[in-house]
Nanobody, 122 residues
Framework: QVQLVESGGGLVQAGGSLRLSCAASGRTFGDYAMGWFRQAPGKEREFVAGIRSNGAAYYADSVKGRVTISRDNAKSTVYLQMSSLKPEDTAIYFC????????????????WGQGTQVTVSS
């Protein structure tokens, strides 16, 4: 089992920045690929960014250039640095873990955190 706890969400004005963190426990963090997803009210959960255990990163087109995913294996933590935030970025942001990175489909991820709310005001 892998336990994931997100933090860092909040209310920010459009154009602002936030850094989300996801602390993992329970298994060897470095063995897992990690992902960030988000879900806005009335919408399906969507992929934001993913990072393999070797640090290779992948981004959704909607956030490319505004978001950076990174990981610190020594701290068992994955981060999502977001800048130039837009009201449409408002959502609950979830981190997730998978043993093998296979893309941005949520079904590929085995473990999920509870989420952290990000609200971007216009």
């Amino acid at each position: 089992q892998v336990q994931l706890v997100e933090s860092g969400g909040g209310l920010v004005q459009a154009g602002g920045s936030l850094r989300l963190s996801c602390a993992a426990s329970g298994r060897t963090f470095g063995d897992y690929a990690m992902g960030w997803f988000r879900q806005a009210p009335g919408k399906e959960r969507e992929f934001v960014a993913g990072i393999r255990s070797n640090g290779a990163a992948y981004y959704a087109d909607s956030v490319k250039g505004r978001v950076t995913i990174s990981r610190d294996n020594a701290k068992s933590t994955v981060y999502l640095q977001m800048s130039s935030l837009k009201p449409e970025d408002t959502a609950i942001y979830f981190c997730a873990a998978t043993k093998y990175y296979r893309g941005g489909e949520s079904a590929y991820y085995d473990y999920w955190g509870q989420g952290t709310q990000v609200t971007v005001s216009s």
